[in-house]
């Protein structure tokens, strides 16, 4: 099946529509107190993400958890470090805020001073190793599975998979249908978690598509393992895989 570019860039803002729709109503229990959701209040800096990126089919989906408070929580862009998005990317939109804004996770937009440790090592790494973003993203996308952003009453992140069992079932559901979506849109041979949860979920959306699954260590500082020389562990796992970064 063949998809024209500005299909294919509908189909993606419809799947983020659809993501936002089914997820408005869910609740979450305690320790759980406040909820980000970027695709909402940062949709600007996702969508300029998807029409800048997300106009052809790709070789590798590289799929994450959900948004870092200083990454896709600030800039609506997974992984979106403000230095990596706005320089390499040439991405910059306005932002909102959220319904509830947490007192110590303030939203700031591009204005945000913090970097996001995650998205500087993977967009560095995509930087250094292909040079342009749109060389990048020839062969690349990069998604989240889920967009929820969920912080405890001290300001603490909480992952999805520390979350309620029935809780985790519906949310899970729903990311699951969307992530299955943007896929069959995206058409990859490959679709590689970053982290094990992530490619955890990718196995369970994606059981039956005919799709590589596979999994990178995620760039995460709290990941004793992304600590010294990420970007060569990360691409011999890529070549374990049997993807080669020199071909395209």
């Given at each position: 099946?063949t998809?024209?570019?500005?299909?294919q860039?509908?189909?993606l803002a419809g799947v983020t529509?659809?993501?936002v729709?089914?997820?408005?109503?869910l609740?979450?229990s305690?320790?759980?107190?406040h909820i980000?959701?970027?695709?909402?209040?940062?949709?600007k800096?996702?969508d300029c993400?998807?029409?800048?990126?997300?106009?052809?089919t790709?070789e590798?989906?590289l799929?994450?958890?959900?948004?870092?408070?200083?990454?896709?929580?600030q800039?609506?862009?997974?992984?979106?470090d403000v230095?990596r998005?706005?320089?390499?990317m040439?991405?910059?939109?306005?932002?909102?805020?959220?319904?509830?804004?947490h007192?110590k996770r303030?939203i700031?937009?591009?204005?945000?001073?913090?970097?996001e440790?995650?998205g500087?090592?993977?967009?560095?790494?995509?930087?250094?190793?292909?040079g342009t973003?749109e060389?990048f993203?020839?062969r690349f996308f990069?998604?989240?599975y889920c967009?929820?952003?969920?912080m405890e009453a001290?300001?603490?992140n909480?992952?999805p998979d520390?979350l309620?069992s029935g809780?985790?079932?519906t949310?899970?559901?729903i990311?699951d249908?969307?992530?299955?979506q943007?896929i069959l849109l995206?058409?990859?041979?490959?679709v590689v978690?970053i982290?094990k949860?992530?490619?955890?979920r990718?196995?369970?959306?994606?059981?039956g598509?005919g799709?590589?699954i596979?999994?990178?260590?995620h760039?995460s500082?709290?990941?004793?393992?992304a600590?010294h020389d990420?970007e060569?562990?990360?691409?011999?796992?890529?070549k374990?895989m049997?993807?080669?970064?020199?071909?395209?």
């Open positions: 099946m998809i024209s570019q500005q299909d860039k509908a189909g529509d659809a993501l729709t089914h997820l408005r109503p609740r979450f305690a320790p759980v107190t980000y959701n970027p695709l909402i209040y940062a949709r800096g996702y993400y998807l029409q800048r990126f997300a106009g052809t790709k590798i989906v799929v994450g958890m959900n948004p870092g408070p200083f990454g896709m929580a800039t609506g862009v997974p992984f979106g230095d998005v706005t320089q390499w040439k991405i910059q939109a306005v932002i909102g805020q959220p319904d509830t804004p007192p303030p700031s937009g591009f204005a945000c001073q913090r970097g440790v995650s500087r090592r993977l967009w560095g790494w995509a930087n250094r190793r292909f973003a060389t993203f020839s990069v998604l989240n967009p929820l952003v969920f001290g300001g603490r909480r992952t520390k309620a809780e985790k079932k949310l899970f559901r990311c249908h969307a992530l299955r943007s995206l058409q990859p041979k490959w978690g982290g949860f992530a490619e955890q990718a196995c369970s959306a994606l059981s598509m799709i590589a596979g999994r990178i260590t760039p500082p709290a990941n004793p393992k600590n990420w060569s562990l990360v691409e011999g796992e890529l374990t049997g993807i080669d970064l020199a071909a395209g």
